[in-house]
Nanobody, 120 residues
Framework: QVQLVESGGGLVQPGGSLRLSCTASGTFYSFIGMGWYRQVPGKTRDLVAHIGNSGPTYYMGSVKGRFTISRDNGRPTAYLQMNDLTPEDTAVYYC??????????????WGQGTQVTVSS
């Protein structure tokens, strides 16, 4: 069983920075990709950034130039560096991983979510 554990959320002032981490624990065969989503109450969960085995593949328009997604290839960990944060970035951020647990079995997993609040 694979679990995703997130960390790094919190309260920050506008213009500040946070770095989210997501680590996959358990046994798996290989990664396909990892992504960060965010959700505010009453709205859909939206993809913020995604990274595949060859590097970043997507950024939400409003975060381009401010957020950077990366992976630690030596470890099953993904990061989301968030700079120049605004109150509109306030949300629960969720890590998502798409991976093979065996050579033939593909699954998608979610983390528990971490709150990011941008406020003065």
């Amino acid at each position: 069983q694979v679990q995703l554990v997130e960390s790094g959320g919190g309260l920050v002032q506008p213009g500040g920075s946070l770095r989210l981490s997501c680590t996959a624990s358990g046994t798996f065969y290989s990664f396909i990709g990892m992504g960060w989503y965010r959700q505010v109450p009453g709205k859909t969960r939206d993809l913020v950034a995604h990274i595949g085995n060859s590097g970043p593949t997507y950024y939400m328009g409003s975060v381009k130039g401010r957020f950077t997604i990366s992976r630690d290839n030596g470890r099953p960990t993904a990061y989301l560096q968030m700079n120049d944060l605004t109150p509109e970035d306030t949300a629960v951020y969720y890590c998502n991983a798409d991976l093979f647990t065996t050579a033939h079995d593909r699954y998608n997993y979610w983390g528990q979510g971490t709150q990011v609040t941008v406020s003065s």
